[in-house]
């Protein structure tokens, strides 16, 4: 079992950045691959990101590529989601997730068995 706890969310306007972490608990937290998620009103989650328990080939969704960026502290048991040139349409609850079975694709939701509560991050334009 694994209690994952994200914070960082708030409100930014257009252009801004803005840094999500996700506090894990448990002491196996380095075998865990993580992901971010988003859900906006109305729509369903989305991936947005996501790193391997090994800590590398992070991936990225498209409309984040280039601006978001994943990284692990193991030793710290937190993973973060750095977000850069923040734009109205990143308006959404975001959530981190932790995978305890390694499996092919981590950049969907079934992948994943732990859940955080979730973070507001709103953009204003």
């Known amino acids: 079992q694994v209690q994952l706890v994200e914070s960082g969310g708030g409100l930014v306007q257009a252009g801004d950045s803005l840094k999500l972490s996700c506090a894990a608990s448990?002491?196996?937290?380095?075998?865990?691959?993580m992901g971010w998620f988003r859900q906006a009103p109305g729509k369903e989650r989305e991936f947005v990101g996501a790193?391997?328990?090994?800590?590398?080939?992070?991936l990225y969704a498209v409309s984040v590529k280039g601006r978001f960026t994943i990284a692990r502290d193991d030793a710290k048991n937190t993973v973060y989601l750095q977000m850069d040139s923040l734009k109205p349409e990143d308006t959404a609850v975001y959530y981190c997730?932790?995978?305890?079975?390694?499996?092919?694709?981590?950049?969907?939701?079934?992948?994943?068995?732990?859940w955080g509560q979730g973070t507001q991050v709103t953009v204003s334009s």
């Open positions: 790193i391997r328990r090994s800590g590398r080939g992070a």
């Open positions: 448990g002491r196996t937290f380095s075998s865990y691959d």
């Open positions: 997730a932790a995978a305890s079975i390694p499996r092919p694709s981590i950049v969907v939701a079934s992948a994943y068995d732990y």
